[in-house]
């Protein structure tokens, strides 16, 4: 391991650093505010330093770990969403009758188990990343379990999480093994000839069925239809901030991994494998929306939603080639940087309505906000205009993204039921939205954290003013984009 | 050599049926511990002798004591092998046989039909250390820091 190879590592050696010393800091005095300083100081280092080490071609680093253009996009949206995760969970946390520290120590090794998901091609780093991710969840979600109002249920959701995702890895895992034991390689190599004529005797069916036990595993932890049971009890049960770094980071790594695994080992020149991949596209994007329409729980509701989004992205996903002019990666970058952004968006604003000791995240929490509070209304609407894919924000263009990839890849069908799933979607959004402009006779009880907190409504503006800045002019960043795909 | 893997292989595989049939929580883990035992004689077996003394280490010594003791302390007791054994009813184990009854035909099927030359190639200490220190010192490394977090998220959930 050179120097020039450890530097390339600088923002990985950063987020373990950031948390030891919050480790080392607890060992010595508690006070929450440090910890959470010094981790939102310390993954804003690796963000910056990302800079740095963005490379202009692929570098290996070791086998295990690879870098390229695409691993410096994903980690930086990854570091983005974990630093105003951290940012928001302050207010949130802070009456908590308990220690806070440990969820900011967790909070940095899931990052780094992301980061390590997002820059590799090798089975043994893909296994180590899901699983550091995954513990530290199980952590995050059953986190405010000793606090004495225990009013939801973060063990009930941790243990579910446990179980399913250990039973997902599980898969993987077997996939992974099978697939060894006739290729004799762990990286993700060019499956396209196994896949057609099979190696040798093995018939080609084996490495197909080996194949969809890692998709399989994957898209459990994407929670795509049927594999989706567990995401909204999770999501309910788990505190705000555990359930936005589920959404959001724990969506956009696995999301990025996936996306590597089938543009190295070439998985989509299976038909069987094409099948599969839009039998569960359109499944999620149908139950995903029809599910979410009767909910009157704020986070069930999103659960729901990001079934049909990570439906929306499996399309894109699955016109993810190597041909020069395929939309796919762009589609899926692009889509990914979006979602990140407009759900850290309604969940921030959930969470400076809520508390560790009082989640507020029945609809009718929010019946009349624009008459208490329009600043927040309004954050909220345009999250959920986003979410629904309406213009001039950065959710219209990610949805066109997609279908302009489906396009290429004529996937006729699906793009039918994506544009019946987001015409369902449009009612359970506005909905929310017609609730809040509803006036209220009595002035329900809705503490929204005042002005006083000013990071977490400054992060807000920063959301808002990103989602409509991207939504508008994107140009720059799908140039780049564009550049970045051709390199790879 | 062929001899010990078949002898390993049949211990193997008693005491994992013994494990799920055996109604007594402490047999159940015995037999546990019996099969992982022979599972370590298997890969010496197939010459890794590191990875048998590993199993042997960590699985038969380490873990499953542990469970025997945590077992052995909760002292189930009679009402909860009643339990167990209500629970083991005939009619439960139709649909597992089945399953488990075609996937041995696949895998005899598989067997039978390939052509497998097993000559053991003997993987030693020396040679696991030079891949971990070498080109997998970065799984090494992540792998720490898993258990530290499996750790931290232990201690916040366990305390009080």
């Known amino acids: ?488 | 050599m062929i001899f010990l893997f078949y002898t390993a292989a049949i211990v193997a595989l008693i005491a994992t049926i013994a494990v799920i049939i055996s109604t007594n929580v402490v047999h159940a883990l015995v037999y546990l511990i019996i099969s992982l035992l022979s599972v370590a004689v298997i890969f010496f077996a197939l010459g890794a002798p590191f990875a048998a003394m590993l199993e042997a280490i960590v699985y038969a010594g380490a873990i499953m004591v542990l469970f025997l003791f945590v077992m052995m302390m909760l002292n189930l007791g009679q009402t909860t092998q009643d339990e167990e054994k209500e629970w083991m009813q005939p009619r439960l184990w139709i649909g597992p046989v089945t399953l488990v009854a075609l996937l041995l035909v696949q895998m005899t099927n598989v067997l039978l039909t390939q052509d497998v030359d097993l000559r053991p190639i003997e993987v030693g200490v020396l040679e696991i250390s030079v891949l971990l220190f070498g080109p997998w010192l970065l799984a090494v490394e992540l792998a720490s820091m898993l258990l530290l977090a499996g750790l931290v998220a232990a201690y916040h959930l366990a305390k009080k």
């Not at chain 1, 009349?368 to 345009?382: C, D, H, K, Q, S």
């Open chain 1, 1 to 488: 391991m050179t120097s020039a190879m450890l530097f390339m590592l600088l923002p990985l050696i950063l987020v373990t650093a950031t948390a030891v010393v919050t480790m080392l800091m607890v060992a010595i005095k508690r006070r929450h505010g440090v910890s959470c300083i010094v981790t939102v100081l310390g993954l804003s280092l690796a963000l910056v330093s990302l800079y740095f080490v963005l490379p202009s071609s692929t570098q290996e680093l070791t086998p295990l770990m690879k870098i390229d253009g695409f691993s410096v996009f994903f980690s930086a949206v990854i570091l983005l969403s974990a630093i105003m995760i951290a940012c928001f969970s302050y207010p949130y946390f802070v009456n908590l009758e308990d220690h806070q520290d440990e969820f900011y120590i967790l909070l940095s090794v899931a990052v780094l188990g992301a980061l390590v998901m997002v820059s590799n091609s090798h089975f043994i780093t893909t296994f180590l990343g899901m699983e550091t991710l995954s513990v530290c969840l199980y952590g995050m979600v059953a986190y405010p379990l000793h606090r004495s109002a225990a009013a939801q249920y973060p063990m009930e959701a941790s243990i579910k999480y446990l179980v399913l995702s250990a039973l997902s890895s599980g898969f993987v895992l077997f996939g992974i093994a099978l697939l060894y034991a006739q290729t004799g390689t762990l990286q993700f190599t060019d499956l396209g000839q196994a896949l057609t004529y099979g190696i040798g005797p093995v018939p080609p069916v084996y490495f197909v069925l080996c194949c969809l036990m890692i998709v399989t595993g994957f898209a459990f932890k994407l929670s795509l239809v049927p594999f989706h049971l567990w995401t909204p009890d999770v999501y309910e049960g788990a505190p705000l901030p555990a359930t936005a770094f589920l959404a959001t980071v724990g969506k956009i790594a696995m999301a990025a991994l996936l996306m590597r695994f089938i543009s190295d080992s070439a998985l989509l020149v299976n038909e069987a494998i094409v099948f599969v991949l839009a039998l569960i596209a359109g499944a999620s994007m149908l139950f995903g929306n029809l599910l979410a329409l009767l909910q009157s729980n704020l986070k069930r509701l999103l659960s729901y939603s990001s079934i049909a989004h990570m439906g929306y992205l499996v399309i894109a996903l699955m016109t993810v080639d190597r041909s020069a002019d395929s939309l796919g990666v762009e589609a899926v970058s692009f889509y990914l940087l979006a979602y990140a952004l407009m759900s850290l968006g309604a969940f921030g604003v959930m969470m400076l309505v809520s508390d560790s000791e009082q989640e507020r995240d029945h609809i009718g929490h929010y019946q009349g906000l624009f008459w208490r509070n329009p600043w927040l209304a309004l954050v909220m609407t345009a999250m959920l205009f986003s979410l629904a894919g309406i213009p001039l924000t950065i959710g219209f263009l990610g949805k066109f993204y997609i279908f302009a990839a489906g396009v290429q890849g004529a996937q006729w069908a699906l793009l039918f039921t994506m544009v019946v799933g987001s015409g369902v979607g449009l009612f359970y959004y506005l909905r929310i939205v017609y609730g809040m402009l509803t006036p209220l006779d009595e002035d329900l009880l809705l503490p929204v954290a005042g002005l006083k907190e000013l990071l977490p409504h400054c992060l807000l503006f920063l959301l808002l003013a990103l989602l409509l800045l991207l939504g508008i002019v994107p140009g720059v960043l799908m140039q780049w984009l564009a550049q970045m795909a051709s390199a790879l």
